[in-house]
């Protein structure tokens, strides 16, 4: 498989997998059709699918990185009883960016915020 194959292969999976997985998480599903795929490979071009700003790469939820294809501005909710992580809208708190400029004259550059609890899945079980 090229170089370009396997990229594609891997943002498409990433996509399909909307909870945010972690390389290793990808790399399990992916193994099975793609017996020839290495962890290093995906690794290597989730990194640069996040330097080139296609996806986005969240750090500090827990001891793996993170894996985003939603790069518009929004919030995470991570389940502390599953580990998945959930998109949340910017709306639940708008201008975030701005009251933070307004409030302590720095310069926000970006954000990265997780909230925490129990899904709706877990909650049920
Ligand atoms: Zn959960
Ligand atoms: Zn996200």
Do not use: W
Not at 1 to 24: F, G
Not at 47 to 62: P, R, S, V
Not at 90 to 103: G, H, M, Q, S, Y
């Amino acid at each position: 498989m090229n170089y370009s194959k396997q990229r594609e292969l891997i943002l498409n999976t990433l996509k399909e997998n909307v909870v945010h997985p972690t390389a290793e998480y990808l790399y399990e599903i992916l193994k099975e059709n793609n017996p020839n795929l290495s962890l290093g490979t995906v690794y290597r071009n989730l990194n640069q699918l996040a330097e080139n700003g296609t996806i986005k790469k969240i750090e500090g939820l827990e001891n793996s990185s993170h894996f985003d294809h939603n790069t518009h501005e929004h919030f995470h909710f991570i389940c502390d009883k599953c580990k998945r992580v959930f998109d949340i809208s910017v709306n639940i708190a708008p201008d975030i960016a701005l009251k933070t400029e307004k409030e302590t004259g720095f310069i926000v550059k970006g954000y990265d915020i997780a909230i925490h609890g129990i899904c709706n899945e877990c909650k049920n079980k």
